[in-house]
């Protein structure tokens, strides 16, 4: 079955790091654009970065655009998203979602397969 894991969530201050891995099994990785979304607590799912089958294209969320790096390894079936000069309002649970790469846009209800995500709070 497929499985996408989230890793790497935690807590950070203001103005930090993280790196988000999500490690895939159980698809043909290179088959699928890999989006990351999140949610914070009472508000919807939004779309964060998208990446597409090869790595090439990628797209973002305004709100993230030049602080956070979406990219993927096809060899290792991991897709990563690097996060810096977080703020507060990045504070969520970020997911990991797959969709056949025919569809490489931000609307979470394509995609196909969701990890379980990880926290990330970042305090003021």
């Known amino acids: 079955q497929v499985q996408l894991v989230e890793s790497g969530g935690g807590l950070v201050q203001a103005g930090g790091s993280l790196r988000l891995s999500c490690a895939a099994s159980?698809?043909?990785?290179?088959?699928?654009?890999m989006g990351w979304f999140r949610q914070a607590p009472g508000k919807e799912r939004n779309h964060v970065a998208t990446?597409?089958?090869?790595?090439?294209?990628?797209d973002y969320a305004d709100s993230v655009k030049g602080r956070f790096t979406v990219s993927r390894d096809n060899a290792k079936n991991t897709v990563l998203l690097q996060m810096n000069s977080l703020k507060p309002e990045d504070t969520a649970v970020y997911y990991c979602?797959?969709?056949?790469?025919?569809?490489?846009?931000?609307?979470?209800?394509?995609?196909?397969?969701w990890g379980r995500g990880t926290q990330v709070t970042v305090s003021s």
């Open positions: 979602g797959a969709v056949p790469r025919g569809y490489s846009g931000r609307v979470y209800s394509y995609y196909n397969y």
């Open positions: 159980g698809l043909t990785f290179s088959s699928y654009t």
């Open positions: 990446v597409n089958w090869s790595g090439g294209t990628t």
